[in-house]
């Protein structure tokens, strides 16, 4: 079975310029994740998404940072536009739509903001 | 806001010696995942478990759900050096969303 795959793995971006993220959850994961994960801390939940509704975006800076997922199966993170505190990594997660799965992780992108 | 406490923070053991971390959170939770983490890779599932008081193993891991459902530990016994890396808890918060929140991390270092 395929995992999470996420694209680009690194992407380097000078402030106030834009970068968005794919990515391709397991398939026939309903749940989808998208978490901020800085250098030396746990990962921070962004959005999650119910197919393509979002079940919780209270984390989300949402005066820059976007996210959909249009189809209930691909998503995409944006970021506009980019601050230096924005560097990260940034990790995509899918889950089954049961009460209780596992949640299965992405490679993650990692952003550098110069 | 919702918390996981991760604990210890960080450890350097000599291999072969067991190794024990921890979770809590004033939260209710109903699955609790353990996680490793090596540089540059995402996350992978060590340890899934689902019900208050459930106690399960997977090769020298083993992880409790505590009773109250607040709290989890993870042991390692017998380490190696390949056990390097970054150990995150996980919980799945008892509600409608399933919103899954993460510890800040243990980081374990292994001496041969």
């Known amino acids: 079975e395929a995992g999470v795959a996420q694209s680009p793995r690194y992407k380097i971006i000078e402030k106030r310029q834009s970068v968005a993220f794919w990515c391709n959850p397991i398939s026939g994961h309903a749940t989808l994740y998208w978490y901020q994960q800085i250098l030396g801390q746990g990962p921070k939940l962004l959005i999650q998404f119910q197919n393509n509704g979002v079940v919780d975006d209270s984390q989300l800076p949402k005066d820059r940072f976007s996210a959909e997922r249009l189809k209930g199966v691909d998503s995409t993170l944006k970021i506009q536009p980019a601050k230096l505190e924005d560097s990260a990594v940034y990790l995509c997660a899918s889950r089954e739509d049961r009460v209780v799965s596992e949640a299965f992780f992405g490679q993650g992108t990692r952003l550098t903001v110069v | 806001g919702q918390q996981l406490n991760q604990s210890p923070q960080s450890m350097f053991i000599q291999e072969g010696e067991d190794v024990s971390m921890n979770c809590t959170s004033s939260s209710i939770f109903n699955t609790w995942l353990w996680y490793k983490q090596d540089p540059g890779e995402g996350p992978v599932l060590l340890i899934a478990?689902?019900?208050?008081?459930e106690l399960t193993s997977n090769g020298r891991l083993t992880a409790q759900f505590g009773i109250t459902r607040k709290d989890s530990f993870l042991n390692i016994s017998a380490s190696i050096p390949s056990d390097v890396g970054i150990y995150f808890c996980?919980?799945?918060?008892?509600?409608?969303?399933?919103?899954?929140?993460f510890g800040q991390g243990t980081t374990l270092q292994v001496k041969p």
């Open positions: 996980a919980g799945q918060l008892a509600s409608n969303t399933g919103k899954l929140i």
């Open positions: 478990l689902y019900k208050a008081g």
